[in-house]
């Protein structure tokens, strides 16, 4: 059965930083791509970052580069989101997914999603 669990997630004031983790079981890392993507209230679903499964390569959000840093450890199968720089528009249920392609990201599996709030 494929699993991912995400933690970390809470309330910080903007500037302030929050990594959030996703522990994922039933299946192998590396043979997908793995990544993150948010839903506000009332906004379309954003995929934050993803990393390839064929050559490893990352992609991030233009609302989240030089503030989010996606990394994953293959052998424990947890992947983590460093979020810096925080603004109250990053305020989501942030979702850790696996799918073939990032394109597809959010049409893989995910998790159940953590809430990152951030206060003006």
């Known amino acids: 059965e494929v699993q991912l669990v995400e933690s970390g997630g809470g309330l910080v004031q903007a500037g302030g930083s929050l990594r959030l983790s996703c522990a994922a079981s039933g299946f192998t890392f590396a043979d997908y791509a793995i990544g993150w993507f948010r839903q506000a209230p009332g906004k379309e679903r954003e995929r934050v970052s993803c990393i390839s499964s064929s050559d490893g390569s990352i992609r991030y959000a233009d609302s989240v580069k030089g503030r989010f840093t996606i990394s994953s450890d293959n052998a424990k199968n947890t992947m983590y989101l460093q979020m810096n720089s925080l603004k109250p528009e990053d305020t989501a249920v942030y979702y850790c997914?696996?799918?073939?392609?990032?394109?597809?990201?959010?049409?893989?599996?995910w998790g159940q999603g953590t809430q990152v709030t951030v206060s003006s």
């Open positions: 997914a696996a799918s073939a392609y990032c394109s597809a990201l959010t049409l893989g599996y």
